[in-house]
């Protein structure tokens, strides 16, 4: 029985053979394919140069990958000795760490390299959306200043006109001194609010043009055909949406309205009181002084203001990168497991085929150490034996001294041959798994 579970192992062995060979062959092919893919992508020069470069190296790793696994499957599995397996499995590794280097990176490049691309492009688009949205918030920011510059430039405006009609602040109607400062303050906080005005059209123009950018760029990187020319676009329209980001950076007002609070209190300038009498005079300079006091509080306040507005993180300027599609595919690796796995996998499916192979045999040696010698010879070697017999014999010679005088004349010597005579063969045997 385990004579002919041995046989049926052998015969197998010998059936699949060829299959083992054009498989290999295959999937050595079908990694130069895409290796000459990946290769493409990242070649510069002329069509002619690139095409026959590319042809060379993708040629050189199908031979290397088939010849690899071709030596692996055909000396792994006869290697009995712990030593041996275990430096052909170091070889092994080394062999497969090489073709992964030198094709699986390529081949992953070919599968998953226009979307790895169309990944990066799509990533560019989320940061410049942030930074364009940062750049508009800052922008803006000094619009929250408005209402209370409002309401300012109306309180001045309310109280110069109480004292022309009812004199509200000095008891005398008429537009003297105090309606004269009041008139000023309200202008100059007028010209605050048209200020501010101005800049929001300005902003809202520029962002605009910025959400433009980003739906053009949003379009090619979901747009069909081939993603060289796309990425060509989009980097066209990255530097368009950087000049905007920048021009929004440039056209916050905080600045002038720091300045303008300063103006209001440093540069106050009060009209000399032109009352008729003494006590007129006396009353205005108390109102004066009122307003002085009103307008350095004001200034405080915008200072204040624009100073939190001064402090808020800049825009940095970001840099684009154009990537190729092998560097595409490196960078986002993580999220193209599955065409990685199918990359390695057209290169390293034949070490599976070389470990069938490798325990097939390994059964193969079991089942015939634990068959008697004469269950291991066929038919052909036993005829072949008393042949060899009867010849001896008749020269006279005994068959079975020539024996034992050749096995010790060889027994200090250690060999690899194996001793047809069961008294001596587990002798031999004992190197093996040294």
């Known amino acids: 029985m385990a004579t002919g579970a041995s046989q049926r192992l052998h015969d197998g062995v010998a059936a699949v053979e060829t299959m083992t060979r054009f498989a290999v062959a295959v999937l050595a092919l079908a990694s130069g394919v895409y290796t000459y893919l990946g290769v493409r992508s990242i070649l510069d020069g002329s069509p002619t140069a690139v095409f026959f470069a590319a042809i060379i190296y993708s040629a050189s790793v199908s031979v290397g990958i088939y010849a690899f696994w071709t030596y692996m499957a055909r000396f792994y599995p006869h290697i009995t000795t712990h030593t041996g397996r275990a430096a052909m499995l170091g070889v092994m590794a080394m062999g497969a760490a090489m073709i992964m280097a030198m094709s699986s990176w390529l081949n992953a490049a070919a599968l998953a390299g226009s979307a790895a691309l169309e990944q990066h492009l799509a990533e560019t688009v989320e940061d410049y959306t942030a930074d364009l949205d940062q750049a508009h918030q800052n922008a803006l920011a000094a619009q929250s200043l408005l209402p209370d510059i409002q309401r300012a430039s109306e309180r001045f405006a309310q109280l110069a006109l109480s004292e022309r009609q009812s004199g509200a602040l000095t008891g005398t109607t008429g537009s003297g001194s105090v309606v004269q400062l009041l008139s000023q303050m309200s202008a100059q906080m007028k010209d605050l609010?048209?200020?501010?005005?101005?800049?929001?059209?300005?902003?809202?123009?520029?962002?605009?043009?910025?959400?433009?950018?980003?739906?053009?760029?949003?379009?090619?990187?979901?747009?069909?055909?081939?993603?060289?020319?796309?990425?060509?676009?989009?980097?066209?329209?990255?530097?368009?949406?950087?000049?905007?980001?920048?021009?929004?950076?440039?056209?916050?007002?905080?600045?002038?309205?720091?300045?303008?609070?300063?103006?209001?209190?440093?540069?106050?300038?009060?009209?000399?009181?032109?009352?008729?009498?003494?006590?007129?005079?006396?009353?205005?300079?108390?109102?004066?002084?009122?307003?002085?006091?009103?307008?350095?509080?004001?200034?405080?306040?915008?200072?204040?203001?624009?100073?939190?507005?001064?402090?808020?993180?800049?825009?940095?300027?970001?840099?684009?990168?154009?990537?190729?599609?092998?560097?595409?595919?490196?960078?986002?690796?993580?999220?193209?497991?599955p065409a990685w796995a199918g990359a390695i996998s057209i290169d390293l499916l034949p070490g599976v085929l070389v470990f069938i192979l490798a325990?097939?045999?390994?059964?193969?040696?079991?089942?015939?150490?634990?068959?008697?010698?004469?269950?291991?010879?066929?038919?052909?070697?036993?005829?072949?034996?008393?042949?060899?017999?009867?010849?001896?014999?008749?020269?006279?010679?005994?068959?079975?001294?020539?024996?034992?005088?050749?096995?010790?004349?060889?027994?200090e010597e250690p060999n690899n041959i194996t001793n047809l005579d069961p008294r001596t063969r587990a002798k031999d045997r004992s190197h093996e798994d040294r």
């Open 193 to 337: 609010e048209n200020g501010i005005n101005a800049s929001r059209e300005q902003v809202t123009t520029l962002f605009n043009q910025g959400q433009k950018r980003l739906e053009t760029m949003r379009t090619l990187v979901s747009a069909p055909g081939a993603i060289e020319p796309r990425a060509d676009q989009f980097s066209s329209e990255v530097v368009a949406l950087t000049g905007v980001i920048a021009s929004l950076g440039q056209t916050s007002i905080a600045p002038s309205i720091r300045r303008a609070a300063d103006d209001l209190s440093l540069g106050f300038i009060a009209p000399v009181a032109d009352g008729g009498d003494a006590d007129l005079i006396d009353r205005q300079d108390k109102v004066m002084a009122t307003v002085r006091a009103s307008v350095a509080a004001q200034s405080k306040v915008l200072s204040e203001a624009a100073d939190e507005i001064l402090a808020r993180t800049p825009v940095t300027e970001r840099r684009f990168v154009p990537l190729s599609s092998a560097e595409a595919v490196l960078r986002y690796a993580s999220d193209f497991i």
């Open 359 to 411: 325990v097939v045999h390994g059964a193969i040696r079991k089942q015939e150490e634990r068959l008697p010698f004469a269950e291991r010879i066929t038919a052909a070697e036993l005829l072949q034996a008393l042949e060899v017999q009867r010849a001896v014999t008749a020269t006279g010679n005994n068959l079975e001294e020539i024996v034992i005088n050749a096995d010790s004349e060889k027994a």
